[in-house]
């Protein structure tokens, strides 16, 4: 009987460990499988960006072309009418410019602001669009791959739809951070008679506000 137990055992003993190889086995097959599976993936999902950006490309040289042919056939037209000189108010856009948006208007329109997946691409352009600015302005503290940027700095820079309200920004945040605001009292406000109407309509609606003193 004792031999028989022992046995017996011993026997479910192997069986355990069979079982047990056979899990393992069966698990790193799995992974493997997994891993193979994503590895596609990645692969067909690189395949289909990088036809995406050949296509974007391809509708970029279109546009240009298109849009220089325009501007040649316009232009001689205006050559012999005026000359434009209203830069100030609107440009045409530079070919770059336009180049590097492309994607953006037609193939990863999502907002940036947006949590799914539609948002993540133009929200990484958008922080990408802040290191570059940060570059320019700081280039021996800033790296544009991100090791040494900050975030409070990135935040900093603020895209605005217009000049209008970069200006509307500008004054607001002037008028709000000087010591006088802070400690309840108005502040002063030094204009001239040749401010654009963006400057002078905003501080005309903020001096009614009671907001601050012009001078």
Same mark, same amino acid.
Request: aromatic residues 6%; glycine residues 6%; proline residues 4%.
């Given at each position: 009987?004792?031999?028989?137990?022992?046995?017996?055992?011993?026997?479910?003993?192997?069986?355990?460990?069979?079982?047990?190889?056979?899990?393992?086995?069966?698990?790193?097959?799995?992974?493997?499988?997994?891993?193979?599976?994503?590895?596609?993936i990645?692969?067909?999902?690189?395949?289909?960006?990088?036809h995406?950006? $050949?296509?974007?490309?391809?509708?970029?040289?279109?546009?240009?072309?298109?849009?220089?042919?325009?501007? $040649? %056939?316009?232009?001689?037209?205006?050559?012999?009418?005026?000359?434009y000189?209203?830069?100030?108010?609107?440009?045409p856009?530079?070919?770059?410019?336009?180049?590097?948006?492309?994607?953006?208007?037609?193939q990863?329109?999502?907002?940036?602001?947006?949590?799914?997946?539609?948002?993540?691409?133009?929200?990484?352009?958008?922080?990408?669009?802040?290191?570059?600015?940060?570059?320019?302005?700081?280039? %021996?503290?800033? %790296?544009?791959?991100?090791?040494?940027?900050?975030?409070?700095?990135?935040?900093?820079?603020?895209?605005?739809?217009?000049?209008?309200?970069?200006?509307?920004?500008?004054?607001h945040?002037?008028?709000?951070?000087?010591?006088?605001?802070?400690?309840?009292?108005?502040?002063?406000?030094?204009?001239?008679?040749?401010?654009?109407?963006?400057?002078?309509?905003?501080?005309?609606?903020?001096?009614?506000r009671?907001e601050?003193?012009?001078?």
């Amino acid at each position: 009987m004792t031999l028989l137990a022992l046995s017996t055992n011993a026997q479910n003993g192997t069986t355990r460990i069979t079982n047990t190889i056979t899990i393992a086995a069966t698990t790193i097959s799995s992974i493997i499988i997994i891993h193979s599976i994503a590895q596609k993936i990645r692969d067909k999902r690189s395949q289909k960006l990088k036809h995406t950006l $050949e296509n974007d490309e391809t509708k970029y040289n279109d546009l240009l072309l298109a849009v220089q042919d325009d501007d $040649e %056939d316009v232009n001689s037209k205006r050559e012999s009418k005026c000359i434009y000189l209203d830069y100030n108010g609107t440009t045409p856009i530079y070919p770059p410019v336009f180049k590097s948006m492309i994607p953006y208007l037609s193939q990863h329109f999502g907002n940036p602001s947006s949590g799914h997946a539609y948002g993540t691409i133009p929200r990484m352009a958008v922080q990408s669009a802040r290191r570059s600015i940060l570059k320019l302005l700081f280039p %021996d503290s800033v %790296d544009l791959n991100g090791c040494k940027s900050d975030a409070n700095a990135e935040a900093s820079i603020v895209f605005t739809g217009c000049g209008s309200e970069a200006d509307n920004l500008a004054i607001h945040l002037a008028i709000h951070s000087t010591n006088e605001m802070r400690q309840g009292k108005k502040g002063h406000v030094v204009t001239s008679n040749v401010e654009h109407p963006a400057i002078s309509e905003c501080l005309k609606a903020l001096e009614a506000r009671g907001e601050y003193q012009r001078i």
